[in-house]
């Protein structure tokens, strides 16, 4: 029996894995009366954006709640891309028209991450920034006891349905960021394929490739025992790389490969595809969710949060903005061209697990960007940071906003500063 007198008390040996219930398939929605009155609540508000407000599903989830006894109102203020403001405006409604019992979030991340926050801010004390990751906000930690909340994505993507962090803009810092504890997460993901049938191809592409950069950066995520000792109270969400995370990154990576593109091409159509990304969707937040991601969506946030005047088609066209899953991925091929070194076997069974016939380059660094690559020009994704505003000129500016996200690049499997993150954006304007 080993004593662990072998073992070296300033190394890291243990790992965390968390993630909620899950109700995964066709109609699942159509059960959620049911659940919420498994946690007692009786009087619940479901959080929503416009558009899928318009499309009746939130409506639909109300009389299902209704049939159950439990009274609800439907805030469908959520902003697409949510930040501080959205955030303070749903959070007062929350508080004008409560108090609330539980929540339901019918959408993308916005509204799983809006829900979550007003949550948050609806049971416990003090304001939005005080709750922040750090060195933006305060990082302070949330109360024991938050309110049910059940997740109900309607879009492949995020993987919020998974996760214990929130993502915002702060308007006035022009940077992304967000909040990270583990009792953020949802008490219940409901995950209803159907709901997604009707997005556009755009949109479809873009939340996609949010999955495809969650699994990869989760997979090739600094390896959880290569951190420091943490004390009980330091350990965070984002541990690293580690056997569980990886399980569920394999998994998400395979069904990516067989239907991301049918998806995006014939997504009217094929319930399948549909569903299989749901599920890579899922499974990927049940990775990254815990080990972390690192360079891709550390660039994405001020890629994002900057954004000039760009306007993708698929969403809404009112204001400027670069949708997550592409801001993440725009400097993917060249951030993994970086880390190659650090874990060569993983990049390359990530370019085996997502295109598993696709020939063998002679650079083996060359494999997983040029795989990316490959998928991102047939599905659509804009050409590099080029394509949505920024030059070179740009790269300083964006600099700073990459490097506010420590929690990220301290996840990375090899040590980033300023200059590689600018020799990163810079080979990232156009990437074919």
Same mark, same amino acid.
């Given at each position: ?19 909620p ?13 049911f659940?919420?009155t ?6 619940v ?8 407000g318009a499309?009746?599903?939130p ?14 109102a ?11 403001a959205?955030f ?22 916005s ?12 049971s ?9 990751n ?25 993987g ?20 990270s ?12 394929p159907?709901?997604?049938?009707t ?14 950069c ?6 090739t ?26 399980l569920?990154c ?15 091409h ?30 891709p ?13 760009y306007?993708?088609?698929?969403y ?5 903005m670069?949708? !997550?899953?592409?801001?993440?991925? +725009?400097? /993917? &091929?060249?951030?993994?061209?970086? #880390?190659f070194? $650090?874990?060569?076997e993983? !990049?390359?069974?990530?370019?085996? +697990?997502? /295109? &598993?016939?696709?020939?063998?380059? #002679?650079?083996? $660094? ?21 394509a949505?505003?920024?030059?070179e000129?740009?790269?300083p ?6 490097m506010?996200q ?9 040590p980033?500063?300023e ?12 990437n074919?």
């Amino acid at each position: 029996m080993n004593s662990g007198n072998d073992i070296d008390p300033t190394e890291e040996t243990i790992f965390t894995w968390g993630a909620p219930p899950l109700k995964f398939g066709a109609g699942a929605s159509d059960e959620i009366g049911f659940e919420m009155t498994q946690y007692g609540a009786q009087r619940v508000l479901v959080l929503t954006d416009p558009g899928v407000g318009a499309l009746g599903v939130p409506q639909r989830i109300v009389d299902n709640l209704k049939r159950y006894g439990v009274t609800a109102a439907v805030y469908d203020g959520v902003h697409v891309e949510p930040n501080d403001a959205s955030f303070a405006a749903a959070i007062e409604y929350a508080e004008g028209h409560g108090p609330w019992d539980g929540f339901i979030a019918v959408g993308g991340g916005s509204a799983i991450d809006t829900a979550k926050a007003v949550n948050l801010l609806t049971s416990a004390p003090g304001e939005l920034m005080d709750y922040v990751n750090k060195p933006i906000g305060r990082a302070k930690v949330p109360p024991p006891q938050l309110k049910p909340l059940i997740a109900v994505p309607t879009t492949a993507g995020t993987g919020a349905e998974s996760t214990a962090m929130c993502v915002l803009d702060i308007l006035s810092m022009k940077v992304k960021t967000g909040i990270s504890h583990w009792r953020l997460r949802p008490t219940l993901a409901v995950v209803d394929p159907l709901l997604t049938m009707t997005l556009p191809p755009e949109v479809t592409a873009s939340a996609g490739m949010d999955i495809v950069c969650h699994a990869l950066e989760s997979y090739t995520a600094r390896w959880y025992a290569e951190s420091a000792r943490r004390k009980p109270e330091e350990r965070v969400t984002y541990c690293g790389s580690n056997p569980v995370s990886d399980l569920w990154c394999e998994k998400a990576m395979s069904l990516i490969a067989t239907s991301f593109r049918r998806a995006v091409h014939d997504g009217r159509e094929d319930v399948q595809a549909r569903t299989d990304m749901m599920m890579a969707a899922t499974f990927a937040g049940m990775g990254f969710g815990n080990s972390g991601v690192h360079i891709p969506h550390a660039n994405g946030y001020p890629i994002a949060g900057m954004v000039k005047d760009y306007r993708p088609a698929g969403y809404p066209q009112d204001e400027p903005m670069v949708p !997550h899953g592409q801001s993440v991925s +725009l400097t /993917a &091929p060249e951030a993994f061209r970086f #880390s190659f070194q $650090a874990a060569p076997e993983r !990049h390359l069974r990530a370019a085996e +697990l997502l /295109a &598993p016939d696709k020939e063998k380059l #002679s650079d083996p $660094a060359e494999q997983l960007p040029q795989v990316l690559i490959d998928l991102m020009r047939e599905i659509g994704i804009p050409n590099g940071i080029g394509a949505v505003g920024y030059d070179e000129s740009d790269v300083p500016d964006l600099v700073p906003g990459t490097m506010k996200q420590q929690r990220l690049l301290t996840t990375c499997p090899r040590p980033v500063g300023e200059e590689e993150i600018a020799e990163i954006l810079r080979n990232s304007v156009q990437n074919w």
